[in-house]
Protein backbone atom coordinates (compact mmCIF):
# COMPACT_ATOMS: atom_id res chain seq x y z
CA UNK A 1 0.00 0.00 0.00
CA UNK A 2 2.98 2.47 0.58
CA UNK A 3 6.44 2.48 -0.28
CA UNK A 4 8.95 4.72 0.28
CA UNK A 5 12.61 4.57 -0.63
CA UNK A 6 15.73 6.27 -0.04
CA UNK A 7 13.46 9.55 1.16
CA UNK A 8 15.49 12.18 2.80
CA UNK A 9 14.61 16.00 3.40
CA UNK A 10 16.21 19.10 4.81
CA UNK A 11 14.77 21.96 6.62
CA UNK A 12 17.56 25.38 5.72
CA UNK A 13 20.55 23.39 5.35
CA UNK A 14 19.13 21.07 8.32
CA UNK A 15 18.81 17.63 7.94
CA UNK A 16 14.92 16.58 8.98
CA UNK A 17 14.90 13.18 7.57
CA UNK A 18 18.18 10.97 6.29
CA UNK A 19 17.42 8.03 3.96
CA UNK A 20 13.71 6.23 5.27
CA UNK A 21 13.05 3.46 3.41
CA UNK A 22 9.32 1.96 4.72
CA UNK A 23 7.05 -0.30 3.11
CA UNK A 24 3.59 -0.92 4.42
CA UNK A 25 1.45 -3.73 3.38
CA UNK A 26 -2.17 -3.89 2.64
CA UNK A 27 -4.60 -3.75 5.46
CA UNK A 28 -1.34 -2.98 7.76
CA UNK A 29 -1.18 -0.72 10.92
CA UNK A 30 2.28 0.94 11.39
CA UNK A 31 3.28 3.03 14.09
CA UNK A 32 5.33 5.76 13.71
CA UNK A 33 6.78 6.66 17.01
CA UNK A 34 9.94 9.01 18.16
CA UNK A 35 11.93 11.62 19.74
CA UNK A 36 9.82 14.67 19.37
CA UNK A 37 10.89 16.65 16.44
CA UNK A 38 12.28 13.51 15.21
CA UNK A 39 10.41 14.13 12.03
CA UNK A 40 7.27 12.42 12.20
CA UNK A 41 5.16 14.78 10.97
CA UNK A 42 7.39 15.58 8.37
CA UNK A 43 7.47 12.16 6.98
CA UNK A 44 3.57 11.94 7.39
CA UNK A 45 3.11 15.08 4.86
CA UNK A 46 5.65 13.44 2.51
CA UNK A 47 3.79 10.61 2.27
CA UNK A 48 0.32 12.79 1.88
CA UNK A 49 2.28 14.60 -0.53
CA UNK A 50 1.93 17.70 0.97
CA UNK A 51 5.47 17.99 0.98
CA UNK A 52 8.12 17.32 -1.73
CA UNK A 53 11.25 15.56 -0.14
CA UNK A 54 14.61 16.88 -0.95
CA UNK A 55 15.49 13.16 -2.77
CA UNK A 56 13.47 9.27 -2.69
CA UNK A 57 10.23 8.55 -3.76
CA UNK A 58 7.02 7.85 -2.29
CA UNK A 59 4.08 5.57 -3.53
CA UNK A 60 0.83 5.32 -1.91
CA UNK A 61 -1.29 2.46 -3.89
CA UNK A 62 1.06 1.81 -6.39
CA UNK A 63 1.08 5.99 -7.13
CA UNK A 64 3.57 7.83 -7.57
CA UNK A 65 2.90 10.57 -5.22
CA UNK A 66 4.43 13.75 -6.69
CA UNK A 67 3.93 12.75 -10.37
CA UNK A 68 0.50 10.89 -9.84
CA UNK A 69 -0.80 12.89 -6.93
CA UNK A 70 -4.18 13.03 -8.06
CA UNK A 71 -4.66 9.31 -7.93
CA UNK A 72 -2.56 8.72 -5.08
CA UNK A 73 -4.41 11.90 -3.05
CA UNK A 74 -7.93 10.04 -3.79
CA UNK A 75 -6.71 6.86 -1.96
CA UNK A 76 -6.03 8.23 1.03
CA UNK A 77 -6.95 10.73 4.23
CA UNK A 78 -5.41 12.54 6.67
CA UNK A 79 -6.32 13.26 10.57
CA UNK A 80 -4.18 16.36 11.51
CA UNK A 81 -2.39 16.76 14.91
CA UNK A 82 -4.73 19.44 15.68
CA UNK A 83 -7.98 18.22 14.23
CA UNK A 84 -7.98 21.30 11.56
CA UNK A 85 -11.95 22.12 12.40
CA UNK A 86 -13.62 24.95 10.64
CA UNK A 87 -14.77 26.63 13.95
CA UNK A 88 -17.18 28.11 11.69
CA UNK A 89 -19.31 24.77 11.05
CA UNK A 90 -21.43 22.18 12.65
CA UNK A 91 -20.08 18.49 13.17
CA UNK A 92 -21.87 17.27 9.78
CA UNK A 93 -20.51 20.85 7.95
CA UNK A 94 -17.25 19.88 9.09
CA UNK A 95 -17.78 16.43 7.45
CA UNK A 96 -19.58 17.44 4.71
CA UNK A 97 -17.36 19.80 3.29
CA UNK A 98 -14.74 17.37 2.10
CA UNK A 99 -17.37 15.31 1.08
CA UNK A 100 -19.09 17.57 -1.17
CA UNK A 101 -15.65 18.76 -2.72
CA UNK A 102 -13.70 14.98 -3.25
CA UNK A 103 -15.93 12.60 -2.89
CA UNK A 104 -16.74 10.39 -5.82
CA UNK A 105 -19.78 9.03 -5.35
CA UNK A 106 -22.96 10.92 -6.47
CA UNK A 107 -24.41 14.16 -5.17
CA UNK A 108 -27.46 12.52 -3.98
CA UNK A 109 -25.62 9.94 -1.25
CA UNK A 110 -23.66 12.43 -0.08
CA UNK A 111 -26.01 12.72 3.30
CA UNK A 112 -26.00 9.05 3.64
CA UNK A 113 -21.88 9.14 3.13
CA UNK A 114 -21.68 11.65 5.79
CA UNK A 115 -24.08 9.85 8.40
CA UNK A 116 -22.52 6.67 7.48
CA UNK A 117 -18.65 8.47 8.55
CA UNK A 118 -20.30 10.16 11.51
CA UNK A 119 -21.88 6.42 12.89
CA UNK A 120 -18.39 4.58 12.75
CA UNK A 121 -17.00 7.69 14.65
CA UNK A 122 -19.38 7.20 17.51
CA UNK A 123 -21.30 10.79 17.40
CA UNK A 124 -24.51 10.16 15.67
CA UNK A 125 -26.80 12.53 17.90
CA UNK A 126 -24.08 15.56 18.05
CA UNK A 127 -24.38 16.45 14.28
CA UNK A 128 -25.74 19.94 14.98
CA UNK A 129 -22.69 20.78 17.48
CA UNK A 130 -20.31 23.12 16.85
CA UNK A 131 -16.66 22.44 17.49
CA UNK A 132 -16.52 24.80 20.48
CA UNK A 133 -19.03 22.41 22.14
CA UNK A 134 -17.23 19.29 21.77
CA UNK A 135 -14.68 17.77 23.97
CA UNK A 136 -10.94 16.97 22.77
CA UNK A 137 -11.73 13.24 21.78
CA UNK A 138 -15.15 14.46 20.00
CA UNK A 139 -12.73 17.21 18.01
CA UNK A 140 -10.65 13.97 17.08
CA UNK A 141 -13.40 11.85 15.97
CA UNK A 142 -15.09 14.66 13.84
CA UNK A 143 -11.39 14.68 12.33
CA UNK A 144 -10.93 11.14 12.04
CA UNK A 145 -15.38 11.13 10.41
CA UNK A 146 -14.11 13.76 7.73
CA UNK A 147 -11.00 11.34 6.48
CA UNK A 148 -13.34 8.06 7.04
CA UNK A 149 -16.24 10.26 4.28
CA UNK A 150 -14.07 9.49 1.31
CA UNK A 151 -13.55 5.99 2.05
CA UNK A 152 -9.45 5.68 1.80
CA UNK A 153 -7.69 3.01 1.59
CA UNK A 154 -5.30 4.51 3.97
CA UNK A 155 -5.47 6.67 6.92
CA UNK A 156 -2.67 8.79 7.93
CA UNK A 157 -2.97 9.53 11.70
CA UNK A 158 -0.89 12.28 13.37
CA UNK A 159 -1.25 11.58 17.01
CA UNK A 160 -4.32 11.15 17.32
CA UNK A 161 -5.06 10.28 20.86
CA UNK A 162 -2.18 13.20 22.23
CA UNK A 163 -3.63 15.43 24.84
CA UNK A 164 -6.48 12.89 25.76
CA UNK A 165 -7.05 10.96 29.17
CA UNK A 166 -6.53 7.22 29.06
CA UNK A 167 -10.50 5.85 28.50
CA UNK A 168 -10.93 8.34 25.56
CA UNK A 169 -7.11 7.33 24.27
CA UNK A 170 -8.62 4.00 24.38
CA UNK A 171 -11.72 4.73 22.75
CA UNK A 172 -9.99 6.37 19.81
CA UNK A 173 -7.11 3.32 19.82
CA UNK A 174 -10.46 1.42 19.34
CA UNK A 175 -11.42 3.34 16.59
CA UNK A 176 -8.10 2.91 14.48
CA UNK A 177 -8.99 -0.68 15.46
CA UNK A 178 -12.19 -1.34 14.32
CA UNK A 179 -11.79 0.61 11.07
CA UNK A 180 -9.26 -1.44 9.86
CA UNK A 181 -11.68 -4.38 10.39
CA UNK A 182 -14.53 -2.91 9.28
CA UNK A 183 -13.07 -1.93 5.93
CA UNK A 184 -9.33 -3.19 5.50
CA UNK A 185 -7.90 0.20 5.48
CA UNK A 186 -4.14 0.16 6.25
CA UNK A 187 -3.01 2.67 8.71
CA UNK A 188 0.27 4.74 9.58
CA UNK A 189 -0.26 5.96 12.83
CA UNK A 190 2.17 8.31 14.67
CA UNK A 191 1.90 8.34 18.59
CA UNK A 192 4.40 8.90 21.46
CA UNK A 193 2.23 6.45 23.59
CA UNK A 194 3.55 3.26 24.22
CA UNK A 195 0.28 1.87 25.75
CA UNK A 196 -1.72 2.54 22.18
CA UNK A 197 0.77 1.57 20.21
CA UNK A 198 1.10 -1.96 21.53
CA UNK A 199 -3.11 -1.96 20.96
CA UNK A 200 -3.14 -1.27 17.82
CA UNK A 201 0.13 -1.18 15.53
CA UNK A 202 1.47 -4.72 13.96
CA UNK A 203 4.33 -2.77 13.25
CA UNK A 204 6.65 -0.06 14.64
CA UNK A 205 8.70 2.65 13.17
CA UNK A 206 11.18 4.48 15.30
CA UNK A 207 12.35 7.69 13.94
CA UNK A 208 15.11 9.75 16.04
CA UNK A 209 16.65 12.80 14.51
CA UNK A 210 15.32 11.81 11.05
CA UNK A 211 17.00 7.93 11.04
CA UNK A 212 14.85 5.15 10.97
CA UNK A 213 16.60 3.34 13.93
CA UNK A 214 14.04 0.47 14.34
CA UNK A 215 11.75 -1.40 12.09
CA UNK A 216 9.82 -4.61 13.39
CA UNK A 217 7.11 -5.56 15.67
CA UNK A 218 5.68 -4.49 19.04
CA UNK A 219 7.48 -7.80 20.69
CA UNK A 220 10.86 -7.04 19.31
CA UNK A 221 10.69 -3.14 19.84
CA UNK A 222 10.64 -4.28 23.50
CA UNK A 223 14.24 -5.71 22.94
CA UNK A 224 15.48 -3.35 20.76
CA UNK A 225 19.27 -2.27 21.29
CA UNK A 226 18.68 1.15 20.91
CA UNK A 227 19.16 3.45 23.71
CA UNK A 228 16.12 5.67 23.10
CA UNK A 229 13.57 2.85 22.87
CA UNK A 230 15.42 1.23 25.71
CA UNK A 231 14.65 4.26 27.91
CA UNK A 232 11.48 5.29 26.44
CA UNK A 233 10.49 1.21 27.20
CA UNK A 234 11.73 1.48 30.74
CA UNK A 235 9.84 4.78 31.36
CA UNK A 236 6.70 2.98 30.00
CA UNK A 237 7.32 0.14 31.95
CA UNK A 238 7.94 2.35 35.12
CA UNK A 239 4.70 3.87 34.84
CA UNK A 240 2.89 0.42 34.03
CA UNK A 241 1.86 1.02 31.09
CA UNK A 242 2.45 -2.54 29.62
CA UNK A 243 0.81 -4.32 31.89
CA UNK A 244 -2.10 -4.67 30.16
N1 LIG B 1 7.98 23.86 7.60
C1 LIG B 1 9.10 23.76 8.32
N2 LIG B 1 10.12 24.64 8.17
C2 LIG B 1 11.28 24.52 8.88
N3 LIG B 1 11.50 23.54 9.77
C3 LIG B 1 10.53 22.64 9.96
C4 LIG B 1 9.27 22.70 9.27
N4 LIG B 1 8.51 21.66 9.66
C5 LIG B 1 9.23 20.98 10.57
N5 LIG B 1 10.44 21.56 10.76
C6 LIG B 1 11.50 21.06 11.66
O1 LIG B 1 11.75 19.71 11.35
C7 LIG B 1 11.97 18.94 12.53
C8 LIG B 1 10.98 17.79 12.56
O2 LIG B 1 9.67 18.30 12.73
P1 LIG B 1 8.39 17.37 12.80
O3 LIG B 1 7.21 18.25 12.97
O4 LIG B 1 8.40 16.45 11.65
O5 LIG B 1 8.70 16.55 14.13
P2 LIG B 1 7.75 15.55 14.93
O6 LIG B 1 8.53 14.28 15.08
O7 LIG B 1 6.42 15.47 14.31
O8 LIG B 1 7.67 16.26 16.37
P3 LIG B 1 6.46 16.28 17.46
O9 LIG B 1 6.56 14.96 18.19
O10 LIG B 1 6.86 17.41 18.35
O11 LIG B 1 5.17 16.49 16.74
C9 LIG B 1 11.83 19.92 13.69
O12 LIG B 1 13.12 20.29 14.09
C10 LIG B 1 11.08 21.10 13.11
O13 LIG B 1 11.47 22.28 13.74
MG1 LIG C 1 4.48 15.99 14.93
Known amino acids: MVSIKNLSHAFDGRPVLSNISLDVADG ?3 AVMG ?23 VEVGGFDVHT ?12 FQSAALFDFMDVESNVMFGVQRWSKQPRSEHKAVVAEAIGTVGLQGSEKLMPSELSGGMRKRVGIARALALHPKLMLYDEPTTGLDPVTTYTIDKLISDVRHKFGTTSIVVSHDVSSVFRVADRIAFLDGGVLTFTGDPEHFL ?6 IRELVHKAQATDFLRE
Open 28 to 30: EIV
Open 35 to 57: SSGGGKTTLLRCIAGLLTPDSGE
Open 68 to 79: QSEEARHCMGMV
Open 223 to 228: EARVDS
